[in-house]
């Protein structure tokens, strides 16, 4: 009777265990096409059923805007994405260095050809919006089960004002009559976020929150900042930032909002490259290792890594992760 019982409690267990669904997203950015990308062994074992890529998705920029080197790498990263891929959902974004011209933005004369580059690249269905209309942003509800993911994706190149000089350090502009987004791309973003789901998802190639460093960040435009962070603090809907370019790894935290920065997938820094084979670090590399934010809630992580939101549908718990090149966990936040 006793073993009976036994049987019985362990059958309900699986039985509701069989009820728990696990919705597996990864993402990254900043891979080279030209370099190894032993990453993906890492991220297949991961069993992701989705996975977004934040942008400098090939390296074919060029100082003169021409596209020939943009062209050739598309072809060669076909070659090298793993096959696995085609068999999942796969989102994509652009950045700089797939847009054409390195730390570019609405002034770039090739970006038409550009997009229509990477539609085909990505191959995006003929009937998409994307096709139809100047830049790259996209919205889409994502159901699993009864929950419903709100994924907006930006286009942080197409209508971006000039930058306050020709290179880094940059700092911020005080015109307010600049945009990164465009008024047409604002005033869409602010109908899509509004509608109903279980959580929103905003991918954005450069990163929102962080303010301290001297790269791109909406940070160089103040008041675009402020305004998308006004917009996401009054959602009532769980809200995730992600975000690539930066070739370093962070969670970000400004109240309620979180910001998860995942890059690079097989092309870290140069310090960190060197510092990788050395026993003792001069301080030179150290230095250029160590990065701080107010809002950045870990030590920043330099090597090559990969992000990962898990979704339990049942229970609504969201795990979020970012993942070393073996797919060892760096750090993990709950949403």
Request: glycine share 6%.
């Amino acid at each position: 009777m006793q073993i009976k019982k036994l049987i019985f409690i362990f059958f309900i267990f699986i039985s509701n265990s069989a009820l728990v669904k696990e919705y597996v997203i990864g993402f990254g950015s900043c891979i080279d096409q030209d370099l190894p990308q032993p990453i993906w062994q890492a991220i297949e074992a991961k069993n992701v059923d989705t996975f977004m890529f934040l942008g400098d998705n090939v390296y074919g920029d060029h100082p003169s805007g021409k596209l020939d080197k943009l062209k050739k790498s598309y072809i060669t990263q076909s070659t090298k994405l793993p096959k696995w891929l085609n068999k999942k959902k796969v989102i994509s974004i652009w950045d700089d260095h797939d847009y054409g011209i390195n730390d570019g933005g609405g002034d770039f004369k090739n970006k038409r050809e550009s997009q229509k580059l990477f539609l085909d690249f990505w191959k995006i269905p003929e009937d998409d919006l994307r096709h139809k209309r100047d830049g790259l942003y996209f919205n889409e509800l994502i159901e699993i089960d009864d929950f419903k993911i709100n994924l907006i994706v930006l286009d942080t190149r197409f209508f971006r004002s000039k930058l306050t000089s020709a290179k880094s350090p940059y700092v911020p502009t005080n015109n307010t009559d600049t945009t990164i987004l465009g008024d047409e791309q604002w005033n869409w973003f602010e109908e899509v976020i509004s509608r109903d789901s279980d959580l929103i998802l905003v991918l954005s190639s450069i990163q929102i929150l962080a303010t301290e460093h001297v790269f791109e960040r909406w940070d160089l435009f103040p008041h675009e900042r402020l305004k998308m962070i006004k917009i996401l603090d009054a959602q009532e809907t769980k809200t995730l930032i992600m975000s690539g370019d930066r070739h370093k790894g962070g969670l970000y935290k400004k109240g309620d909002l979180i910001e998860l920065t995942s890059s690079s997938l097989n092309k870290p820094t140069a310090a960190a490259r060197i510092s990788r084979n050395l026993s003792i670090v001069p301080n030179t590399i150290k230095n250029q290792l160590i990065e701080d934010d107010k809002l950045l809630q870990n030590k920043i992580y330099n090597y090559e890594n990969f992000g990962l939101i898990k979704i339990n549908t049942k229970t609504q718990n969201i795990e979020i992760s970012l993942n070393d090149i073996r797919g060892n966990e760096v750090f993990t936040y709950n949403l």
